[in-house]
C-alpha cells in the first residue's frame, strides 16, 4: 500500500490532488498533507510515509531543499515533484537527490496514475525481496557475529601475503584490499528501555544494509554488527589522507542525520584515523571504538574522531602494556572516575596476588603511576609530570590500600584537571573559528575551510561550536553577515546587489530573504527605516 504525504503551498492543489489519488484503483493512505518543508518535514518523522508528492516551489521554501533532506534521512522514501513548466530545468536538478519522477503543471490524471502504478510496483518488488531476507534470519544469526574475529584472523595470520588475504577474502565476495583504510563505529546506548533496534538483531541488518546506501562508489567496504553497534571498515584507492578523511566524515554526517531523524534511542559515531597498511586496520577499528566512547565528554548524537580527543599518528600501533592500564587510562582520559576507579581496584587486586612481597608490590603500583603520569603528560603537557611528591607519598605508605587512595586521589585530581584544560581549549578553539568567520565572511567561507584553518575535523568542530555557542555555524555566519549587512545598507549609494556580494552571497534573492528571516524586514525597508532614524 502506498502511504502518501502531500506537500504544497496551495490548499486548493491538495484538495485536487486527493480527489485524483482517491479515484484510483491502487492501494493507498493519504497520512498527511503540509504547506511548507517544515512542516512535512515534522509530519514525515511521525508517519513514515514510503511516497511524497510535493511541489518544487512554495513561497519562500524550496523543495529540493525537502528532497535533499529526505536523500539523507528516508532515503527509501519515493519522491514525485511538480513542476510549473517553466521551473522544469529546474526540476531536473532534483534527480541528483534520488527524486523518482516529476510531473509537469497542471496535472493529468493518467501521468499521475501511471506514477503511482509504477511507484506501487517498485515497492511490492523490494518487499517481496525483504520478504526473501527474512529465510536468511537464523543463518545470519549464527555466522555475522563471528565474521568480524575471522575476518582479522585472516588478515593477522597472512600479513606478509596480501595475494592470500585477497584470495580468501574474494572467495566471500570481499573486496576491501586497497591503498588506505579507516574504520567508522557507530555505537547505541545501553539502557533497561532499550529501543527496538537493540531487541531484534535483523532491525541491526536492516540498518546496517541501509547505511550502506550512503557509502557510493569511492570507497569499498565491509560491515560487522551486533545488537547494539555497527563497523564500516572503508578502503580507497587514492592515498591523500585528507581527502579521504573528508569523505568519511561527509559519510558519518549522512549517517547521523539519517539516525536522528529516524530513531529516539541515543548513538555515537566513532571515525579512526587514516591507514596505509592493512596490518594496522584491527588498532584503526579500535580507535574508532574508543572515539565513540567519548560521548561521556561530547555528548550523544554527534560524530567523534580519535584524532580530535587522543593523540594518535597514522598507522600507530600502540604499545603493549598490560591490558588493566589501558582500561584504566581510557577511562580517565574519558573524565569517567566511577570506572577508573574499578580499574584501579582490579589492578590492586591483582598485585594483592603478589603474596606479601611488599618491595615488588609497591614497584608495582609505582609502575601504574608512572605509566598514566607519562601518557597524560604526552596527551596533555601536564607540569611536574611524574610528580615526585606523590612518588614519596607511595614509597612511603604504610599498606597497600593506603596507596590505592593515593592513586585514586591522583585520579580525580588528574579528571579535574583535564575536564579545565578542556573546557580552555574548547574555548580558545571556538574563538578562533569566530575570528575566522569575522574575517572572511565576505567570502565563499564553509565549515570545512574554517575547521582547516584551525586544524580541526569538520565534524568535530561542528559539534563543539553548537555545544558552547548553542548555535550551528552555519546560523552564526548568517548572523555575521547579516550585522554586516545593516552597515552596508546605512550607505544609499549600493544597491542590494552589492551590500548582498560584500556580505557573501552572490544570489541578492536569497539575500533578501534571508534578511527578513533575520529582521523581519526586507533590506530595503531596513534601509527606509534608517532614512527615517527609526
Known amino acids: 500500500m502506498l502511504n502518501i504525504v502531500l506537500v504544497d503551498d496551495e ?3 491538495i484538495h485536487h490532488l486527493i480527489k485524483i489519488i482517491s479515484s484510483f484503483d491502487i492501494p493507498h493512505k ?25 511541489d518544487i516551489r512554495m513561497g519562500t521554501s524550496n523543495g529540493l531543499d525537502l528532497c535533499d533532506t529526505l536523500s539523507v534521512t528516508m532515503p527509501h522514501t519515493k519522491i514525485i515533484i511538480l513542476s510549473g513548466f517553466d521551473d522544469f530545468v529546474y526540476a531536473q536538478k532534483a534527480l541528483r537527490y ?12 493518467k501521468d499521475l496514475y501511471d506514477q503511482l502504478a509504477r511507484v506501487n510496483a517498485l515497492l511490492e518488488a523490494e518487499k517481496e525481496e525483504e520478504t526473501k531476507d527474512f529465510m536468511l534470519k537464523e543463518q545470519l544469526r549464527e555466522c555475522l557475529p563471528l565474521m568480524q574475529e575471522w575476518f582479522f584472523k585472516i588478515i593477522r595470520e597472512n600479513m606478509d601475503h596480501l595475494d592470500i588475504i585477497d584470495s580468501t577474502f574474494r572467495l566471500f565476495n570481499i573486496d576491501i584490499l586497497n591503498e588506505s583504510y579507516q574504520s567508522l563505529y557507530v555505537s547505541f546506548a545501553q539502557d533497561s528501555d532499550a529501543a527496538e533496534i537493540e531487541k531484534d538483531f535483523m532491525n541491526v541488518s536492516r540498518l546496517a544494509q541501509t547505511i550502506t546506501l550512503f557509502i557510493g562508489d569511492y570507497f569499498k567496504t565491509i560491515y560487522f554488527y551486533d545488537t547494539n553497534s555497527i563497523t564500516l571498515i572503508l578502503s580507497s584507492a587514492g592515498t591523500n589522507n585528507e581527502d579521504m578523511h573528508n569523505r568519511c566524515c561527509h559519510l558519518a554526517e549522512r549517517i547521523r542525520q539519517y539516525l536522528d531523524f529516524n530513531y529516539q534511542q541515543q548513538f555515537s559515531i566513532g571515525l579512526s584515523t587514516v591507514v596505509h597498511n592493512i596490518a594496522y586496520l584491527r588498532q584503526s577499528v579500535k580507535d574508532a571504538i574508543a572515539a565513540s566512547k567519548y560521548s561521556f565528554y561530547i555528548g550523544f548524537n554527534e560524530i567523534i574522531c580519535i584524532t580530535d580527543v587522543e593523540l594518535r599518528n597514522t598507522g600507530e600501533v600502540l604499545p603493549n602494556f598490560k591490558y588493566i592500564q589501558e582500561d584504566l587510562l581510557k577511562h580517565l582520559k574519558l573524565c569517567d572516575p566511577r570506572n577508573a576507579g574499578q580499574y584501579l581496584n582490579i589492578y590492586y587486586l591483582n598485585v594483592l596476588q603478589l603474596h606479601g612481597d611488599r618491595n615488588l608490590a609497591t614497584n608495582k603500583f609505582l609502575e601504574l603511576y608512572y605509566y598514566l603520569s607519562n601518557a597524560l603528560d604526552q596527551e596533555f603537557d601536564f607540569e611536574k ?25 591522583y585520579i580525580v585530581r588528574s579528571i ?38 584551525i586544524g580541526l575535523s569538520a565534524c568535530y568542530l561542528s559539534t563543539l561550536f553548537k555545544n558552547m555557542e548553542k548555535t550551528s555555524i552555519k546560523e552564526y555566519i548568517i548572523d555575521v553577515r547579516i550585522e554586516a549587512a545593516k552597515k552596508y545598507l546605512q550607505d544609499i549609494n549600493l544597491k542590494i546587489y552589492e551590500v548582498a556580494a560584500n556580505v557573501g552571497y552572490t544570489d541578492s534573492r536569497y539575500f533578501s530573504q534571508l534578511f527578513r528571516k533575520k529582521t523581519g524586514y526586507t533590506p530595503g525597508q531596513y534601509r527606509e527605516f534608517i532614512k527615517l532614524g527609526t
Do not use: W
Not at 534520488?98 to 490524471?109: A, Q
Not at 574548547?426 to 565576505?442: G, P, T, V
Open 30 to 54: 493519504i497520512v498527511g498533507t503540509a504547506n511548507s518543508c517544515e512542516q512535512a518535514l515534522t509530519i514525515i518523522r511521525e508517519t513514515h510515509p514510503n511516497l511524497v508528492i510535493t
Open 416 to 453: 579535574k584537571e583535564i575536564e579545565l584544560l578542556r573546557t580552555n581549549k574548547s574555548r580558545k578553539l571556538i574563538d578562533k573559528a569566530k575570528a575566522c568567520i569575522q574575517e572572511n565572511y565576505a567570502h565563499d567561507i564553509s565549515l570545512e575551510s574554517i575547521a582547516y584553518d
Open 98 to 109: 534520488n527524486v523518482f519522477n516529476y510531473l509537469l503543471k497542471p496535472i493529468h490524471e
Open 385 to 409: 609530570a611524574p610528580s615526585q611528591e606523590v612518588i614519596a607519598e607511595i614509597k612511603g605508605a604504610a599498606n597497600l590500600e593506603e596507596i590505592k587512595e593515593i592513586l585514586n586521589n
Open 11 to 13: 490548499q486548493l492543489i
